[in-house]
């Protein structure tokens, strides 16, 4: 049973970026595409972007472009998300979860993404 | 980009009582070249929990879902119905269309109990 595990919790300075992993434990995200959904606190979800593994193509939000960049490693079995240029918006839980057909089958635990000076 | 549009944005039912949450995209998701399914999903979030995927493609539940969900609607309008309330029903709902990136979010009903 795969499970998708994300990297810890994150303290940010305004005008930088982070990275924050997830790593299919268990398994691969095999043919999957996988997302990243955050939510900022008490707020909604929002896509962020996603990627096809197999086919290292990845899609992003026009809000995003430019600022986001989602990778996965040579195994496919850990993908990254990187942002940049943080700002006080982008506090938040970030999610990876795993995309079947379009809908979010398998979820991490969630990131939390703090910007603050 | 296509924007949902829940409603109510909170809802309070009495356990055993029927609960229904609407939600409405701003364009079709019928997605007919898919045997006519609707690209709309419907999830629950129980508070400091990553979502769980309740219903696909409108109205096809999970495995391991509580048949007391149920999804329907076509074209633009989405209902999720939870037939008779038990007290780990609540939670905040989302639905969420896959007709087309950007992949979109409604904005969350919450759901308690009266």
């Known amino acids: 049973q795969v499970q998708l595990v994300q990297s810890g919790a994150e303290v940010k300075q305004p005008g930088s970026s982070v990275k924050v992993s997830c790593k299919a434990s268990?398994?691969?995200?095999?043919?999957?595409?996988l997302v990243w959904v955050r939510q900022a606190p008490g707020q909604g979800l929002e896509w962020v972007g996603g990627?096809?593994?197999?086919?290292?193509?990845?899609k992003y939000p026009e809000k995003f472009q430019g600022r986001v960049k989602i990778t996965t490693d040579e195994s496919m079995s850990t993908a990254y998300l990187a942002l940049s240029s943080l700002t006080s918006e982008d506090t938040a839980v970030y999610y990876c979860?795993?995309?079947?057909?379009?809908?979010?089958?398998?979820w991490g635990q969630g990131t939390m993404v703090t910007v603050s000076s | 980009d296509i924007v949902m549009t829940q409603s109510p944005d909170s809802l309070a039912v009495s356990l055993g009582e029927r609960a229904t949450i609407n939600c409405k995209s701003s364009?079709?998701?019928?997605?007919?070249?898919?045997?006519?399914?609707?690209?709309l999903a419907w999830y629950q979030q129980k508070p400091g929990q990553p979502p769980r995927l309740l219903i696909s493609?409108?109205?096809s539940r999970e495995s391991g879902v509580p048949d007391r969900f149920s999804g329907s609607g076509s074209g633009t309008d989405f209902t999720l119905i939870i037939s008779s309330l038990q007290a780990e029903d609540v939670a905040v709902y989302y639905c969420?269309?896959?007709?087309?990136?950007?992949?979109?979010f409604g904005q969350g009903t919450k759901l308690e109990i009266k």
């Open positions: 979860a795993r995309e079947r057909q379009g809908a979010f089958d398998l």
């Open positions: 268990g398994g691969t995200f095999s043919s999957h595409a």
């Open positions: 990627i096809i593994p197999i086919y290292a193509r990845a």
């Open positions: 364009q079709s998701i019928l997605y007919s070249s898919s045997n006519n399914r609707n690209s």
């Open positions: 493609w409108a109205s």
């Open positions: 969420q269309q896959y007709y087309t990136t950007p992949y979109s």
